[in-house]
């Protein structure tokens, strides 16, 4: 139990473009998703909060406008990198735990890779 | 702040003997600390959990202890074995955030 779904789980786009990154939660509801960030040889750092039914909470010196998160329902939230640029090709990885306890799953992750 | 630190970032043993990995954190109130064990281009993977109202968890060769008082947490690998070899990251829970340690690079060898 307790699987999260990532889609894709590779993306090359070109410099300027929008990518989209789905995290599905396939066999509970999840009304909390968590998107992380990692660069090669570097931790996990949160980018933000997804919560169903509302506005994501972002991390100091993430810029909301740049990746939209959207958690439109218990079991999705996607995360949009708009006008991508070479810095922002990293390893993007969601998570989500069940309601009411700490373990959280992750997505396989999503490797973007802007030329 | 939200901060956790973890040491060392580098450790090599040889294959049976011990390794253990350091961690600590700042916010008291954190009750929730996991362990995660990442291999290379793979999304990490929950290895051994402790919660605030334990000092010491084992599962076979995998342990963790808890010092709340002092504020840090180990991760204590015995026996070790080359498929060990990862990247280990603990974690602590600030609110409803898991906040993750810089890593740490294991290598054992055969």
């Known amino acids: 139990g307790a699987v999260v779904s990532q889609h894709p789980s590779w993306v090359i786009c070109k410099s300027g473009t929008s990518v989209k990154i789905e995290c599905r939660s396939l066999d509970f509801q999840a009304t909390t998703m968590f998107w992380y960030r990692q660069f090669p040889k570097q931790s996990l750092m949160l980018m933000a909060t997804s919560n169903e039914g509302s506005k994501a909470t972002y991390e100091q010196g993430v810029e909301k406008d740049k990746f939209l998160i959207n958690h439109a329902s218990l079991t999705l939230s996607t995360l949009t990198v708009t006008s991508a640029h070479p810095e922002d090709s990293s390893f993007y990885i969601c998570?989500?735990?069940?309601?009411?306890?700490?373990?959280?799953?992750f997505g396989n992750g999503t490797r973007l890779t802007v030329t | 702040g939200e901060n956790v630190e973890q040491h060392p970032s580098t450790l090599s043993v040889q294959e049976g003997d011990s390794a253990v990995i350091k961690c600590t954190y700042s916010d008291s109130a954190s009750n929730y600390f996991p362990w995660y064990k990442q291999e290379l281009g793979k999304r990490p993977q929950l290895i051994i959990d402790i919660r605030s109202n334990v000092g010491e968890k084992k599962d076979q060769r995998i342990a963790v202890t808890l010092n709340k008082t002092a504020k840090h947490f180990s991760l204590h690998i015995t026996e070790t074995q080359p498929e060990d070899s990862a990247v280990y990251f603990c974690a602590a829970i600030y609110g409803n955030k898991l906040v993750f340690g810089a890593g740490t690079i294991l290598r054992v060898k055969s």
């Open positions: 998570s989500a735990s069940l309601a009411g306890s700490s373990p959280l799953h």
